[in-house]
């Protein structure tokens, strides 16, 4: 928000200069003051021109915010790239930067990233790997990419496991029949797995299109996942779980805004209930079609 008001006041430079000048030759005395106290709080050129540079400096950051905020499609997927980003403008716009102030700014943004983001935790990498559009791991660092394999393969066991004994558990069985029945499941489950990563692995990633693209619509993680789960079951459960993380608190933030606005001193007497449905509403208004079914 800060960086659209920056640059909002830069593109506004003009005017504001123009304004000042016409009130100043204004015949009324009173106008002319005005003009003469805004003259005087007019910063200088190299103010203007650090203003400029540190707009320059905090876009692709206002860019990543709301990437990162929203809560309608999956983000947690998009930590490491986003990230890689951000260094990559950090090094490109390093050596264009003149204002002392701004390069304090780059310096300790850069600091900054390095100590909260430079590796993302596992969790991070696998909503990466689950993500069709970056599941290559392409710019991971080294061994980094088998890690996140193995550590997929893992969960993806543990969860079969924890599933098979669930099921064990409610419905009993003679013991020869228990071992015969792990026994194969030991065989033929990490083959399916195997099975399910190749495949997986060897599709082209799917394309990266603007979030306000139409082709989004139809072309976003999760619409993926809903056409090859039946192809991809084992990795499909795991998406699921992975790509509904939110990356950042925004969401939650954003429903707690939401909720301060359903509860008010006049409506304070509404249920838990009545105030759960309220939320949720508004929340999937646009998925649901909520308001154009009125």
Known sequence: MKKILLKRLVDLREAIVALANNLIK????????????????IISDNDWQGLDELCKLLNPFARASVYMGGSQYPTLGMIYPT???????????E????????????????????????????????????????????????????????ELKRRVNLSIYES?????????IKASDMSSFFEEEVESTPSSLDI?????????????????????????????????????????????????????????????????NVLTDK???????MVHDLLFLKENSLVMNVYTRL
């Open 26 to 41: 204004d015949p009324e005395r009173v106008v002319r003051n005005d003009g003469n106290s805004l003259k005087e709080k």
């Open 83 to 93: 990230i890689q980003r951000l260094f990559r403008h950090l090094d490109q716009i």
């Open 95 to 150: 050596n264009q930067l003149t204002n002392p102030f701004v390069i304090d700014t780059h310096n300790s943004l850069r600091d900054s990233v390095q100590r909260r983001w430079e590796d993302p935790n596992i969790v991070g990498w696998l909503a990466m790997l689950l993500d069709p559009c970056f599941k290559s791991l392409s710019n991971a660092p080294p061994n980094k990419r088998d890690d996140v394999i193995n």
């Open 164 to 172: 098979h004994k669930d099921s064990v558990t409610s419905n009993p």
């Open 196 to 260: 399910e990563l190749q495949i997986y692995l060897s599709i082209p990633p799917m394309p990266k299109y603007e979030l306000t693209d139409p082709l989004y619509k139809n072309n976003n993680p999760l619409i993926w996942w809903k056409e090859h789960r039946n192809t991809l079951p084992l990795l499909a459960k795991q998406a699921r779980i992975f790509l509904g993380i939110p990356a950042t608190s925004v969401p939650a933030e954003r429903l707690f805004s939401d909720a301060g």
């Open 267 to 273: 409506r304070n007497r509404l249920s838990t209930n």
